[in-house]
């Protein structure tokens, strides 16, 4: 987390200072690495230092900051329109730089996970984590859990046939590898990440335009927050993971069909109250995602992974993910020019099987 900091700093800085394309693109390219090391490492991390009771929780408040991180950046993005020159896109991409800062500096006072600690026989270590995060439940418990960690340390090294993330895609786990996978990529596929990075083509299909756009954008933002507030308050460790994901489904479903179905009737304009209830969807939809998907993803793609391979398992699943993100980024504005409001369909129908493939993928894991 400290060297994916640092590569946060540089590449906004690079991409702040561009003086070209090229500059820029290598800029993103550093930051796009933080990025991907951040997601995959982060929800692993969360996950062993945290009780089992409270896990759920946990990853959940890193789905509350994504989301408010989310929202300020749209709001950024509105304040930069005001600049004038250079200065609209520069001082919206050097804002990266002070939470990574934050970051560096915060990530700095945690401390080590005690799995890890473990792996590297450094067992005495360990136990001096645990009694820091566990303290108020008493010395036997912190025993207990060092006995634990160890016994299954101990038990993957001696079952250990590669020490790489090739063990993935072995028989034995290899199911496991391509459910975290499937449900890594489908999350992608069910449309959540193109309406936030393409939201200003559909409110302008809604027939929206100029600073009106991003001022829409600024307040979309808050939906996320919202959402994952409700997440942590009535799902996280209340609900089973899989029927949080299914109902998610069949709830985003029919919320995307009415999206569809507005953009469809009302995206010629002259109808304000029509275009305007199609906005009211999309910041729907984007809260019902926070509030079924947004953390829950993360947390049942790391607990189908064996724990020994948990790092390197992210790691593929959310490679898989940006694979998706890539394709699916580059397509969509040309899909949306070319068929408008049809494009919807095709996340429509992924809802159903995003759907199915939860459900059978986890459980038959499990």
């Not at 009771?53 to 329109?81: H, P, T």
């Amino acid at each position: 987390m400290t060297v994916a900091s640092l590569l946060a700093i540089l590449g906004a800085t690079i991409q702040a200072a561009s003086n070209g394309p090229g500059m820029m693109i290598a800029g993103r390219i550093v930051a796009g690495l933080a990025t991907g090391v951040l997601l995959s490492t982060m929800p692993i991390y969360i996950s062993e230092i945290s009780p089992p009771e409270k896990r759920g929780m946990l990853v959940g408040v890193q789905g509350m900051i994504d989301a408010v991180g989310f929202w300020a950046a749209n709001w950024v993005g509105y304040g930069g329109s005001f600049a004038k020159g250079d200065a609209q896109w520069r001082i919206p991409l050097a804002m990266q730089i002070p939470a990574a800062v934050l970051l560096l500096i915060l990530v700095q006072f945690l401390p080590q996970s005690p799995r890890w600690l473990a792996q590297k026989n450094r067992n005495t270590e360990a136990q001096e984590v645990l009694t820091r995060l566990h303290h108020a439940k008493g010395p036997a418990f912190i025993l207990s859990e060092l006995v634990q960690i160890t016994a299954q340390v101990e038990m993957e090294a001696e079952e250990q046939k590669f020490y790489s993330m090739f063990e993935l895609f072995i028989p034995r786990y290899v199911r496991r590898t391509a459910t975290s996978m499937l449900l890594m990529t489908l999350t992608q596929l069910t449309g959540a990440g193109v309406i936030q990075a393409y939201q200003g083509i559909l409110y302008a299909s809604l027939s929206f335009s100029g600073s009106t756009v991003l001022l829409i954008s600024g307040c979309y933002g808050i939906m996320g927050v919202i959402g994952q507030a409700l997440n942590l308050w009535l799902v996280a460790d209340k609900w089973p993971r899989v029927r949080t994901l299914v109902i998610g489904c069949l709830i985003l479903a029919c919320e995307l069909s009415i999206l569809m179905a507005l953009s469809a009737k009302y995206g010629h304009g002259g109808n304000l109250a029509g275009a305007s209830a199609g906005i009211a969807f999309i910041f729907i939809f984007s809260a019902s995602y926070a509030l079924f998907f947004n953390s829950t993803t993360y947390i049942v793609a790391a607990e189908v992974l064996p724990q020994h391979l948990r790092s390197y398992g992210m790691g593929v699943a959310f490679a898989s993910q940006g694979v998706t993100s890539l394709w699916l980024g580059q397509i969509t504005p040309i899909a949306f020019a070319a068929i408008t409001w049809r494009f919807l369909c095709g996340f429509y129908w992924l809802y159903g099987c995003c759907g199915s493939g939860h459900r059978v993928g986890h459980a038959g894991d499990v």
